[in-house]
């Protein structure tokens, strides 16, 4: 049990520490690209990583969370084909829409005015290799390859970043932006290929018999993944970019990218630390829960903890955020501090709440947090729609965005306590 322990700790370490440098990077290379390229060609920037996070859903009906399942490797080799031939299939629908979609339909789609398809060519091209990254993911997990994780985290994000100066010191444009994100993806997917031994993952042209029915098999087999979990994280997705496409399409680029902006800064700690808390509490919580019957100690412990590293952080954003922002990126990002100061409220409840959520699966409550995400979808909808259609008012919509979302975080907050309590139905 010792040993386990410390193999345990030694994995959330080298995770930990990949992520750590990989947010480290892309905090230092923000505040170049955020003057290279401005606010309205962010904006741009912004709405094709939202396309693309979430088009990723969908590649993989999401078969490559079962891959941690099977005992045996050959099944795990099915799944990962299953998943590549879906990638694929679904990568090739959105080429031909992308193609063939007359410009101007795009271009109302996404809310901008672009002489150009290239961008929108990409975002098959790029969707298709974050889909093969997260297939790639789960099996270097299974193997508990963690070090070839963490270095690629931190070669992703270094990719990312030094494409996205070099070509933007030539062509500070959204779409090279997007040519980084792409580029970065594709060395990121070969660099975890060639650690792939003794079987391929391509999908090859002629399927046999054979395989057509071990892919029916295994897909009937783990067929909870496509049609439970695939729309609760279609929808949580959805929730987290639709600000983006809504502001692109009622208001404009510049102001897309000012929110979008800040969503990306604030959102580094809180990958970054919550990620990294939520990983032990998910230790402890879980190991709790099976032997009293109650997490409740954790929950508490954890959210102290949360409580005391996140006040004091947020308290010196609220009186000093502009003036950071416009020190670090420049006079032409300073009207982006006003969206920090509304946001800042929903992001100290989701600091808070981040990890402790993860107790609605300890006790095995999906089915709740599904209808929890419904009951999000709709309010994000709601609130959209009156800020930006009846109002036509950005700060007035994204006022009512953070103040939804910050009830919903403390919704989460206390279900999440009371769960902690006890197994019986609270």
């Known amino acids: 049990m010792g040993l386990k322990m410390v193999e345990y700790d030694k994995n959330i370490l080298k995770l930990f520490t990949g992520t750590a440098m990989a947010q480290a990077i892309s905090f230092l290379v923000i505040p170049l690209i955020a003057k290279q390229y401005g606010p309205e060609q962010y904006g741009i920037y912004a709405g094709f990583l939202a396309s693309v996070t979430i088009l990723s859903i969908l590649t993989t009906g999401k078969y490559e969370l079962a891959i941690m399942m099977p005992d045996n490797n050959a099944e795990v080799i099915i799944l990962m084909q299953l998943c590549n031939w879906i990638n694929l299939l679904v990568c090739g629908v959105i080429s031909l829409v992308m193609i063939f979609s007359p410009l101007s339909s795009l271009n109302w789609v996404f809310g901008i005015e672009l002489k150009s398809r290239l961008i929108f060519l990409i975002i098959p ?88 029915m071990r892919f029916k098999e295994i897909g009937k087999k783990y067929s909870k993944f496509p049609t439970y979990i695939l729309p609760a994280e279609l929808m949580n997705v959805i929730c987290a970019q639709l600000p983006v496409f809504v502001f692109l399409w009622a208001f404009n680029p510049k102001e897309s990218g000012y929110f979008s902006f800040i969503l990306t800064l604030l959102n580094i700690p809180i990958s970054l630390l919550a990620g990294a808390i939520l990983d032990v509490f998910k230790e402890r919580a879980s190991k709790d829960y099976r032997e009293t019957g109650s997490c409740r100690k954790a929950y508490m412990s954890t959210f102290k903890k949360m409580l005391m590293i996140s006040i004091f952080p947020f308290i010196l954003l609220y ?102 309590k006890q197994k019986s139905t609270i």
């Open 125 to 212: 091209l790029a969707t298709f290799l974050l889909g093969s990254f997260q297939v790639l993911n789960y099996w270097f997990v299974r193997e508990k390859m963690f070090a070839v994780l963490s270095l690629n985290k931190i070669l992703r994000s270094f990719l990312f970043g030094f494409f996205a100066l070099f070509l933007g010191f030539f062509w500070p444009q959204a779409i090279w932006l997007a040519m980084s994100l792409m580029l970065s993806h594709l060395f990121s997917n070969l660099f975890l290929r060639q650690r792939i031994k003794g079987f391929s993952l391509r999908p090859t042209l002629l399927l046999t018999a054979e395989k057509r």
């Open 319 to 420: 009186f000093f955020g502009n003036d950071v922002i416009v020190l670090l990126f420049g006079d032409q990002w300073a009207p982006a501090g006003k969206f920090l100061n509304i946001l800042l409220l929903m992001f100290f409840f989701k600091f808070i709440s981040s990890p402790l959520s993860f107790i609605f699966y300890i006790v095995n409550r999906q089915k709740e947090d599904f209808i929890w995400h419904i009951y999000i979808l709709a309010t994000t909808l709601l609130v959209l729609y009156i800020g930006a259609v009846i109002y036509k008012d950005i700060f007035i919509t994204v006022k009512l965005y953070s103040i939804n979302f910050s009830i919903i975080y403390l919704i989460y907050l206390v279900r999440s306590f009371q769960l902690s």
